[in-house]
């Protein structure tokens, strides 16, 4: 069955440092997306992403966040200085379109910022 | 208030039992609802999606009442393995498609 796959599982920094998430969705897939999860905490939307561009983004989805799909299979997203807050897990997910439609969700990056 | 409400439990019942949740939500332009469960430390996975007319798989059935913005899950025959955190997901079929999470209710389920 295809799947989301994410790499690092886990991605440990410095405060201030750059950090690339990185994520295959599922190939037919036309829709992607961040959420993060802070520990003991509901899942919350960053980004949404369609035809190379941003549909949507949150509040948290600041300045200092980015993403980018490189090439036809990765989907990317950059903190470019990280705070302590910053720590969370990150869960890419994709589906095929419309709304009613399932979103498939990779197994997550635990970023740990220091 | 927030966009959308859980007990966070948790529900600890003994296998067989059966349980339910409850999930309100806030905003009326709601279009699409659904049941994700997610084990700890894991990504959500889809249990269901739910419809107006209520719907049900296997041991699970759904409801949705859009006047009172209420969703509800309920769990006949509690399975060790359904113990997890239920999470009330909704969509406003807006052009981002977000989805937006509920806090989630813990099911325990102890033999």
């Known amino acids: 069955e295809p799947e989301v796959t994410q790499t690092p599982s886990h991605q440990v920094t410095q405060m201030g440092q750059e950090v690339i998430l990185r994520c295959v969705p599922i190939s037919n897939h036309l829709y992607f997306y961040w959420y993060r999860q802070i520990l003991g905490q509901k899942v919350e939307f960053l980004v949404s992403f369609y035809n190379n561009e941003i549909s949507e983004k949150s509040e948290i989805f600041d300045d200092q966040f980015s993403v980018e799909r490189p090439d036809g299979s990765n989907f990317t997203l950059k903190i470019r200085s990280t705070k302590l807050e910053d720590s969370a897990m990150y869960f890419c997910a994709s589906t095929t379109g419309r709304s009613y439609n399932e979103q498939f969700f990779g197994p997550g990056t635990r970023l740990t910022v220091l | 208030r927030k966009e959308v409400e859980q007990d966070p439990g948790p529900f600890n019942v003994p296998e067989g039992a059966t349980v339910a949740f409850n999930c309100t939500y806030s905003?009326?332009?709601?279009?699409?609802f659904f049941w994700y469960r997610q084990d700890c430390r894991k990504e959500p996975k889809l249990l269901m999606s739910?419809?107006?007319s209520g719907n049900e798989d296997g041991r699970f059935t759904a409801q949705l009442n859009r006047a009172s913005q209420y969703i509800s899950l309920l769990i006949r025959d509690s399975k060790l393995s359904d113990s997890a955190t239920y999470l009330c997901v909704v969509n406003k079929d807006n052009a981002g498609n977000m989805l937006t999470f509920g806090g989630g209710t813990r099911l325990m389920v102890k033999p």
């Open positions: 905003n009326s332009a709601s279009q699409s």
């Open positions: 739910v419809y107006s």
